[in-house]
């Protein structure tokens, strides 16, 4: 069977085909004819071929989506009715008078559906009912948790009766259905009977031992004093006020009666002195009876869910009177509203009007809730929606609800409330709590945003963190543990204990990781209350060096930090020889420059002494180019002299043993003394420099080392004539700074010094020359640098206009004051 496009296609070549036949039978047009009709309608019939496969191609593939559609709203429907039909079965689970527990997979939390309260009476939290030991006796408890154990891992159903600590029984069946482990827990009866009656309460003749008795009780048990005032309350008694809100001031348990009812309950308890126990059923939540009985000293109470009654016809088809509820409601801080099955608001609490900022007196008015929310939304109060009557058509399905269902709204002000629905039992109705979660989930936000910083921060210190907890397994860690002790991250991630750690470590280090993390292991489990933190250095047989740190924490836990200072150490052993081998050249060169100066002082003693000889007459007469040449052998001499005793002073300096001798002395003959032993440095051919002399009038005593005055004289007159031009004039002026300091300023009209050249003149052994002028050895204005510091005092050198220098010093006048003061 072919398509019908593919029939006509056929249909079309057989007629050309035809035509072929016509021309065939004329032999004289046979041949031309032929070739021409061929060659022709090739393009056409492949054109028309290809045009119809497009054709019957695209009728396909219309035909394709159009099933595919279909299929795909035929598969939507399904699972919608499966959708619907899951809802009705979750509905009537939690319908049904007991409660399912539901294992769907290892890891992940059950899914309990059912009333709670069949079970626990006052609670709504879904996962309480895995709490066995919370409200099962201890020996039912471990049953049931070890059924449900061999349930969940060998697949053993069961079925078996276990009891409540309030006496009921309840009946706990166990499957496997679809893979997953299914428990049912149904009470054999919803009602108690109270754990204490008749004549058993006049056994309690004292609070301490009804006190013994009611701490074991399950159901909400007190004790009060002969003025009322509550002394005790068991566990059950302070989850009960939880349960309602209620909350205690200054420490101490709520209580669930107001004063008035206190009073009314002491004198029921005094007119039933000498019977039994005074009963009433006391309007608190789920119909609580309440039991009151007097004890020496005081009273004692307790309230239990009694045992069902059979009601009139007329009274079972009643509404049921919800208005003992107001006490309860007003005295909460949370915001509750209470709606009828009309969707009248029936009672609510100053702290809902608040909430919500509505006005009391047309709260009073009950309107309906969709007149509330009409009311909130024209206020820009309800969250923001597009579709406003879809989201309130969803909203009002609450008078539908079976169990509490919880709806996270976000207003527009900012506040985040957490609404939550609760069906009004046997009226129809719904009972709304607005929780604030505002301030909840800023805390949230930053407590996250905080952990997300720290985690980050974490990561990326560059030591390695591990943080363990009190049973030594690892609770937090980084990536950079990882990479210094080459552990995977997925194994770090499974919290692994201490010793696995260590077994992983011996394999990645064979050699000595074992040996090391055993040595950490101790430091770490190391119960000792007076432990402190510890540090120190790992050294690893692959050469890295690791500095680790364990610091203990306030909440008990471990944490120890490791830091890879390998190249930092490596660079600290080669600084710290380097600055030994410079150490050593140091003293080296000092002990060089001391023994080669006085190996060199003893031939130049000699060298002087033949001079002087010579240049005497005594060994004969001299020519006068020979006593040219002696003049250059003496100035020479005394140049040299004066360098070995600069270097000796210089080394003298830096070893710290140069002292001074201040004495009393005269300015005139220090200048004296610098100006003979300038002269003495000029050789007899060479012309000398004009020294001219200022000394001021006003001059204090001058107190100081007259040795190391002249040296510093020389050094400057020296350095001066250096610089100058032969014959040209050096002024040395001496004044008074103040009364404690003396300035001896030199000047010259020289060539001057380069301003980048000024700051080595100071410098050792860095002697400049300037123009031509002969470079010296660099130590002048060291040594003058060097005396002068000694004696307390500073040095200055400046450019003169247009041309020269002038280096001034500044002393105190009194060296040894200077130096007592400075001590």
């Known amino acids: 069977m072919q398509p019908a496009g593919f029939r006509r296609f056929t249909g079309f070549v057989s007629v050309g085909g035809a035509g072929a036949a016509l021309l065939a039978a004329s032999p004289a047009l046979a041949a031309p004819l032929a070739a021409t009709a061929i060659s022709g309608a090739a393009p056409y019939t492949m054109a028309l071929g290809a045009a119809g496969f497009g054709l019957v191609a695209t009728l396909l593939a219309l035909r394709w989506r159009r099933e595919a559609e279909a299929a795909r709203l035929d598969a939507s429907e399904k699972l919608g009715a499966m959708r619907a039909a899951l809802d009705e079965f979750e509905g009537l689970l939690a319908g049904m008078p007991e409660v399912t527990i539901i294992w769907r997979d290892a890891g992940i939390e059950p899914s309990v559906i059912g009333p709670i309260n069949a079970l626990l009476p006052g609670e709504n939290r879904p996962h309480a009912v895995l709490e066995f030991r919370s409200w099962l006796e201890d020996e039912a408890a471990r049953s049931l948790a070890a059924r449900l154990t061999d349930l969940r891992i060998e697949g053993r159903v069961f079925e078996t009766s276990v009891t409540a600590r309030d006496g009921r029984i309840i009946r706990a069946t166990g499957r496997l259905v679809g893979g997953a482990a299914v428990v049912r827990l149904r009470p054999s009866g919803a009602n108690v009977e109270p754990p204490l009656k008749g004549a058993d309460l006049t056994r309690l003749p004292s609070p301490a031992e009804a006190q013994a008795i009611l701490s074991n009780l399950t159901i909400p048990a007190w004790l009060r004093d002969k003025d009322g005032l509550l002394i005790y309350t068991n566990a059950a008694y302070l989850h009960f006020t939880r349960t309602l809100g209620l909350k205690g001031e200054r420490g101490t348990a709520p209580d669930i009666f107001d004063a008035p009812t206190r009073e009314r309950h002491l004198k ?157 039992t046997g009226t129809g109705g719904v009972i709304y709590v607005f929780e604030d979660m505002t301030e909840r989930l800023a805390l949230e936000t930053r407590h996250n945003a905080l952990m997300h910083v720290q985690r980050e921060t974490l990561n990326a210190l560059t030591e390695g963190v591990a943080v363990f907890g009190t049973n030594g397994r690892l609770k937090l860690h980084n ?273 001057g010094i380069p301003e980048d050249v000024r700051n080595a003149m100071f410098q050792r052994f860095e002697g400049q020359s300037v123009e031509g002028r002969q470079r010296g050895a660099g130590l002048g204005l060291a040594i003058v640098k060097t005396f002068v510091n000694l004696h307390g005092g500073s040095v200055l050198i400046e450019g003169r206009q247009p041309r020269g220098t002038r280096v001034t010093v500044i002393i105190p006048s009194n060296t040894a004051l200077a130096q007592n003061a400075g001590e």
């Open 268 to 424: 029921a308890i005094e007119d039933a002195a000498d019977t039994i126990a005074f009963t009433e059923e006391h309007a608190l939540a789920g119909g609580l009876e309440l039991v009151l009985f007097p004890l020496s000293g005081g009273s004692a109470g307790y309230c239990y869910l009694p045992v069902a009654r059979a009601k009139p016809a007329e009274a079972a088809n009643a509404e049921p009177d919800l208005g003992h509820l107001t006490t309860v409601i007003d005295a909460l801080a949370t915001p509750i509203a209470v709606f009828d099955k009309r969707q009248q608001l029936t009672h609510y609490n100053t702290a809902y009007a608040n909430f919500w900022g509505l006005d009391t007196g047309w709260l009073n008015t009950e309107p309906n809730e969709k007149a509330i929310l009409d009311k909130l939304r024209t206020q820009g109060l309800l969250p923001a929606e597009t579709d406003y009557r879809d989201w309130r058509g969803k909203h009002l399905m609450s008078y539908a609800l079976t169990a509490p269902r919880e709806v996270p709204w976000y207003l527009p002000d900012g506040r985040c409330a957490n609404v939550i629905a609760a069906p009004a």
């Open 479 to 751: 990536p950079r543990l990882s990479m210094l002790w080459k552990l995977p991250m997925n194994t770090l991630g499974s919290h692994p204990h201490i010793d696995e750690i260590a077994r992983a470590c011996a394999e990645a280090f064979p050699e000595d990781g074992r040996r090391i993390w055993g040595d950490l292991k101790q430091r770490i489990v190391d119960l000792n209350p007076t432990r402190s933190d510890t540090k120190g250095r790992i050294t690893r047989a692959d050469g890295r060096l690791l500095d680790y740190a364990v610091v203990r924490l306030p909440d008990g836990q471990t944490m120890m930090t490791f830091v890879d200072v390998s190249e930092s150490a490596n660079y600290e052993r080669v600084l710290k020889e380097r600055n030994e081998a410079l150490i050593a050249a140091d003293r080296l060169k000092d002990t060089f420059v001391q023994n080669v100066s006085y190996e060199l002082r003893s031939p130049l003693t000699n060298i002087i002494g033949f001079a002087d000889l010579l240049a005497s007459g005594e060994v004969g007469p001299l020519s006068d180019r020979q006593r040219a040449y002696t003049d250059y052998i003496r100035s020479s001499s005394a140049n040299l002299g004066l360098l070995i005793d600069n270097i000796l002073d210089l080394a003298t300096v830096d070893a710290g043993i140069a002292q001074l001798n201040p004495e009393v002395l005269d300015i005139s003959a220090l200048i004296e003394k610098a100006r003979a032993g300038l002269d003495a440095t000029f050789t007899g051919g060479e012309e000398k420099v004009d020294l001219a002399v200022e000394i001021g009038d006003d001059l204090p005593t001058f107190v100081a080392d007259g040795t190391r005055i002249v040296q510093v004289l020389y050094n400057l007159l020296s350095n001066a004539a250096r610089f100058s031009d032969p014959g040209s004039q050096v002024r040395l002026k001496v004044s008074s700074r103040g009364h404690e300091r003396i300035a001896f300023a030199v000047e010259d009209d020289g060539v």
